[in-house]
């Protein structure tokens, strides 16, 4: 178990609106990724951080905000969201072994209507 | 450009062996990674690869050719719980992970 839990689980939400999605760990890992997956993609990469307040774009990233002010949070953030991203978001953290294995959360599932 | 390739689905028979072929192109290389996801869960690690050959871990096995770029997983004595997406990621220069669109495997009793 990688202590990694995503909030919320389900989302239903307008066009529009902004949305927050929390990824919360208990492990003290440098690095934290947000990807989307959808059916007939691979994941994709939104926005990934390697410490705190370093954050980077990753291949999908237009339309999406990251912040992490501590080692445990990292928030995604949809300012005005899209029928476009409905999608299932996971978090995601770097293991400590040489592999670099990613632990992924259960994912959260965003619905724009 | 960056690419992974893998079949959309497969079928096969529970007690059986199946393959799942990738084949890959990333900028740099940096290993190869096989993830297992069931249907609403989020993927969890099954093997890693950066040197060729082959690599056994109980019922699983993942195989790596660098000069050819593909790896392939192998499955034996498969089990109904084996019906899952397997997804072939390979991992850049930069360390990032290039994920394929996975491979849907259906187990037949």
């Known amino acids: 178990d990688a202590g990694i839990t995503q909030s919320p689980r389900h989302k239903v939400t307008e066009t529009g609106t902004p949305v927050t999605l929390r990824c919360h760990q208990t492990?003290?890992?440098?690095?934290m990724y947000w990807y989307r997956q959808d059916p007939g993609h691979g994941l994709r990469l939104i926005h990934y951080?390697?410490?705190?307040?370093?954050?980077d774009k990753g291949e999908v990233s237009d339309g999406y905000s990251v912040s992490r002010s501590k080692t445990e949070d990292f928030l995604l953030t949809l300012e005005s969201a899209t029928s476009s991203q409905t999608s299932v978001y996971f978090c995601?953290?770097?293991?400590?072994?040489?592999?670099?294995?990613?632990?992924f959360g259960e994912g959260s599932r965003l619905t724009v209507l | 450009g960056q690419n992974i390739d893998q079949p959309t689905e497969m079928t096969a028979t529970e007690g059986a062996i199946v393959q799942i072929n990738c084949t890959y192109q990333?900028?740099?290389?940096?290993?190869l990674f096989w993830y297992q996801q069931h249907a609403g869960e989020a993927p969890t690690f099954l093997s890693y690869?950066?040197l060729d050959g082959l690599e056994e871990k109980g019922r699983f096995s993942s195989f790596l050719s660098r000069s050819k770029g593909y790896s392939y997983l192998l499955l034996k004595e498969l089990q109904m719980k084996d019906s899952a997406s397997y997804l072939c990621?390979?991992?850049?220069?930069?360390?990032?992970?290039?994920w394929g669109a996975g491979t849907k495997l259906i187990i037949k009793p």
């Open positions: 995601a953290i770097r293991g400590d072994r040489d592999t670099g294995e990613l632990f």
């Open positions: 492990e003290n890992h440098r690095y």
């Open positions: 951080s390697y410490g705190v307040k370093d954050t």
């Open positions: 990333t900028s740099g290389f940096n290993g």
């Open positions: 690869n950066v």
């Open positions: 990621a390979g991992m850049d220069s930069n360390y990032q992970l290039i």
